[in-house]
């Protein structure tokens, strides 16, 4: 006969003792599940601070990411070396060019400059001579010039010289008697000379009232005019040629009436798009090449920024747990230092670097497509990108306790170093204002602010000093001996106290670095967390593999993909 489960009767009541049992039960389970989270999120947070290879070896996840950050930087480099070697053709021809354009116009041109000037001259048949030969230059330029040069229009869409005089409105001087009558406004005229006047006599536009000039008024003369070239030089790289427009001027500047006048000469080049291009050969299919090169590199670049994206975003949901779970059980908050831990610095660099890879690489192809023109945007962006991208590198040497010293020191030194600087920065200020104003009518090195900056920045490097020292100028015993006190004084306090000091913050750093990597690091509360053992080892040894297969079940849909972080 079977036999019958045993059942209370239905007007029977529950013996006392079950309700202290269902309620043991209870407990028992509720320690049980927090045990269980608390296992299932020191797995994952110890998973998240592996290296790629530690991950792979642990849970056999392939780091994509390290593949990908390898592929990029030989991408990235070799499309940078490409675009450098390009970008060199472009600043060599505008460079080339206003060379050519100096000697072709300035007469007398030395092919030196003087100073942030061309050349001087110092009386007026120099003046009036200088000013006819750039215009006649310039209406015989096919016939003498070796480039492929052609007249362009001006802001006025007229083809000529525009030759500008700025003077004071009127006035009379007479140094002799000590005397000075003048109008301080100041008229500009003008006068443009086309192609057509110039054919024709010269004498006709030479003794025209408009070059008769009263330098003791005059300011300034001002000759610009406008001329396009096609750069042929790219046709010999498989590139596409270029079609330059140069803004050309030609500056007498009598401002100081010193008997000097400096003459200026500027050219600004701009490079448009060829309106008719008819080039036989493979040009054309080297340059599609190109094309899906750079968007390749974009696509490399986009699939890295979303993987960088999506583990930061994972990560802050895994310091959210923690922080949780941290606040629940010891009921205090996590300080600062382990809510940083969270946040990879080298994600935020990979970032940064994909999206100005990317921008550039737009901009490159667009540049190479002849649709834009601005080299220089685009060779900052891919310059910078690339200059991350290879510091990125060194996120993977960190892996390695012989390698991550570098950084380490770095991270320590930092705030100490900056603060040091912040003050140290003062006194650079105070020397750099007070070397302005004092030495800069006596010194070459110290006539303007950026340029006493740098002046000083090369002192403190032990550059150039005898010269510095050399080139006062003794035209004022005062001003001299305060420049020996001013120099000495300088020297003396960045060379042998500040720098020392400098150096002395960063040694430290490194020898604590040192004895931390020998004797182990200060752990924090996140590090505790992560070496602390379950409180009974027995039952941890017989439940480890039920607490991991109960981490795979209990895991929440939402938090699942955070093992994933790579």
Not at 266 to 293: M, P, R, W
Not at 297 to 307: G, Q, T
Not at 451 to 478: H, P, R
Request: aromatic letters at 14%; charged letters at 20%; one cysteine or more.
């Amino acid at each position: 006969m079977a036999r019958q489960p045993c059942r209370l009767p239905q007007n029977s009541k529950p013996e006392r003792g079950s309700g202290v049992f269902r309620l043991t039960v209870r407990n028992t389970m509720a320690h049980l599940d927090s045990e269980v989270n608390e296992e299932c999120l020191r797995q994952d947070l110890k998973f998240y601070f592996m290296s790629p290879c530690e991950k792979y070896r642990a849970r056999h996840q392939i780091p994509w990411k390290l593949g990908l950050q390898i592929l990029k930087i030989v991408m990235v480099t070799a499309q940078l070396v490409r675009f450098g070697l390009s970008n060199q053709l472009v600043v060599a021809f505008k460079e080339e060019n206003t060379v050519a354009f100096k000697h072709l116009f300035l007469k007398g041109y030395s092919g030196i400059d003087e100073d942030d000037y061309s050349y001087s001259i110092y009386t007026q048949e120099d003046a009036y001579e200088s000013i006819f030969f750039a215009i006649n230059q310039y209406h015989h330029l096919k016939n003498i010039s070796l480039g492929t040069l052609g007249y362009g229009e001006n802001e006025d869409n007229r083809i000529g010289l525009k030759v500008c005089k700025r003077h004071y409105k009127k006035g009379t001087m007479f140094p002799s008697n000590e005397t000075l009558n003048i109008d301080s406004d100041i008229e500009t005229d003008c006068l443009h000379i086309d192609l057509q006047a110039l054919s024709k006599n010269p004498q006709d536009w030479k003794n025209s009232s408009f070059f008769r000039l009263e330098f003791y008024r005059l300011l300034q003369v001002e000759i610009s005019f406008h001329l396009k070239g096609i750069d042929l030089q790219t046709i010999h790289f498989r590139e596409l040629p270029d079609c330059y427009v140069f803004q050309n001027t030609i500056t007498f500047d009598n401002k100081a009436h010193s008997g000097k006048i400096k003459i200026y000469f500027d050219s600004d080049a701009h490079i448009e798009e060829c309106k008719d291009l008819n080039i036989s050969g493979s040009i054309q299919k080297n340059t599609q090449y190109i094309l899906v090169f750079d968007a390749f590199v974009i696509v490399i670049c986009l699939a890295s920024l979303i993987l960088c994206t999506r583990s930061i975003v994972l990560a802050l949901k895994l310091r959210k747990r923690f922080l949780n779970f941290f606040l629940e059980k010891y009921k205090r908050h996590v300080c600062n230092a382990d809510r940083w831990e969270f946040i990879n610095g080298w994600y935020i660099l990979v970032i940064i670097s994909d999206l100005m890879t990317i921008i550039g690489s737009i901009l490159k192809m667009e540049i190479k497509a002849k649709n834009l023109t601005n080299y220089d945007l685009c060779s900052i962006l891919l310059g910078t990108s690339t200059l991350l991208v290879w510091v990125g590198v060194i996120r993977y040497l960190g892996y390695f306790q012989t390698y991550n010293v570098l950084i380490l020191t770095m991270q320590a030194s930092l705030p100490k170093v900056l603060r040091f600087c912040a003050c140290a920065g003062m006194i650079y200020l105070g020397y750099t204002f007070c070397g302005w104003i004092v030495l800069g009518p006596y010194h070459d090195k110290f006539e303007d602010l950026d340029t006493v900056a740098e002046c000083l920045f090369s002192l403190v490097n032990g550059d150039d000093m005898f010269a510095t020292f050399a080139q006062i100028q003794k035209k004022s015993i005062l001003v001299w001996l305060f420049s020996r006190l001013y120099l000495y004084s300088f020297i003396s306090l960045f060379i042998y106290m500040i720098l020392s000091l400098f150096i002395a913050l960063i040694t430290d750093s490194y020898d604590t670095i040192k004895k931390y990597q020998q004797n182990g690091f200060p752990d924090t509360d996140l590090q505790e967390f992560l070496k602390e053992c379950s409180s009974k080892e027995k039952y941890q040894k017989e439940s480890s593999a039920f607490l991991s297969r109960v981490c795979c079940l209990r895991r929440k849909g939402s938090d699942d993909h955070l093992i994933l972080i790579n």
